[in-house]
């Protein structure tokens, strides 16, 4: 009879989370950053249809960065929690660091039971009635949760990212300043082109550093502080077209 090989826990769990790693560095990055207006979200994403950034509830938005099908099976169970409890209880009842613990919960479970733990990396934001009100939490791979303070950087090169927008942050950013500073941080991390450079490798040319809008798609919206200008009350999430992130982009 054959004998299986011993692998310790400690062995397992690295695995594991190397593997989760590697997986999600492979995504280009999303930022989420708190401003004046509300909240930005802005993500370098090709498609036009396969969105990163998504409602979750009325003042609540998603965003992420991994595996597209595993992040939108959890953006829409976070819709359906948000739904039942805002209609059991009350809408005031729903918010970002519930539906946090939920993806926390979900995401540990995945890592600690499963063979295979999922391949995403999420930010739920919640707009305030001031800067001082915004809440940013970051969940990773492993169920970690943390509570982040003005902004968020998430896969691809993260860390260049976050770089940029530590040096640029500022409190009081007008919509339209966050949106270019979130460009400018993507922009800045992207890898060189020719030499078989992939991501994660070289740095971009400033030409293409001087002209973001043009130099990749881009996927944006906005969790605006004061809803009611243009929609209903309740509801902050907009998402920009071309056109109006192009406009915000120049102004």
Not at 45 to 60: F, T, V, W
Not at 99 to 108: D, K, P, R
Not at 241 to 251: F, G, I, S, T, V
Request: a neutral charge.
């Amino acid at each position: 009879m054959s004998q299986q090989f011993y692998v310790s826990p400690e062995q397992i769990m690295k695995d594991r989370a190397d593997f989760a790693r590697k997986g999600i560095a492979r995504g280009r990055s999303v930022v989420v950053l708190s401003c004046a207006a509300g909240i930005a979200l802005v993500a370098e994403n090709p498609s036009s249809s396969l969105h990163k950034i998504g409602e979750i509830y009325d003042r609540i938005a998603f965003a992420a960065v991994g595996k597209y099908n595993e992040f939108e099976s959890l953006r829409q169970a976070g819709v359906r929690y948000a739904d039942v409890r805002g209609f059991s209880y009350d809408r005031s009842d729903v918010t970002a660091r519930g539906l946090a613990s939920v993806y926390a919960q979900s995401l540990g479970t995945v890592f600690t039971a499963e063979q295979k733990p999922f391949e995403v990396e999420l930010a739920v934001a919640e707009v305030g009635r001031t800067q001082d009100e915004d809440h940013i939490f970051r969940l990773t791979f492993d169920g970690s949760i943390a509570d982040e303070r003005h902004f968020v950087a998430m896969g691809g090169r993260a860390d260049k990212v976050t770089a940029a927008l530590e040096e640029g942050w500022r409190d009081g950013l007008g919509l339209g300043e966050a949106l270019r500073l979130a460009t400018r941080a993507l922009v800045a991390s992207r890898p060189a082109p020719g030499n078989g450079a992939s991501a994660g490798d070289g740095e971009a040319p400033a030409s293409e550093a001087a002209q973001p809008a043009e130099a990749f798609a881009l996927e944006a919206a906005v969790l605006d502080r004061e809803p009611g200008r243009w929609r209903s009350k309740r509801r902050a999430f907009r998402r920009l077209d071309a056109a109006r992130l192009k406009e915000l982009l120049q102004e």
